[in-house]
């Protein structure tokens, strides 16, 4: 009974920030490490970054560490991922849910980075 809805993308150029937010529903998952994911059109979803329960620690795909950083408020029950220095291949729909047992997947987020 988990909504996940994910917000924020759009497009951009190349070198240009997004920063994306995940709002859940039905109910608080502060408990739970969250992840940022994402998928390219023909391509499998692939890990972006996660972020524990209490925020300390977070973790990032080498193809972006240095440019995005996630965080959470579990206050308002969501998770942002700040991205910067965007490049081409960025490009894809982006969702966020829950890394050790998955909520039902979001609509996504898509985001374009124009060269």
């Known amino acids: 009974q988990v909504q996940l809805v994910e917000s924020g993308g759009g497009l951009v150029q190349a070198g240009g920030s997004l920063r994306l937010s995940c709002a859940a529903s039905?109910?608080?998952?502060?408990?739970?490490?969250m992840g940022w994911f994402r998928q390219a059109p023909g391509k499998e979803r692939e890990f972006v970054a996660s972020?524990?329960?209490?925020?300390?620690?977070?973790y990032y795909a080498d193809s972006v560490k240095g440019r995005v950083a996630i965080s959470r408020d579990n206050a308002k029950n969501t998770v942002l991922l700040q991205m910067n220095s965007l490049k081409p291949e960025d490009t894809a729909v982006y969702y966020c849910?829950?890394?050790?047992?998955?909520?039902?997947w979001g609509q996504g987020t898509q985001v374009t980075v124009s060269s």
């Open positions: 972020i524990s329960g209490n925020g300390r620690i977070k």
């Open positions: 849910n829950r890394r050790d047992r998955a909520y039902a």
């Open positions: 039905g109910r608080t998952f502060s408990n739970y490490e």
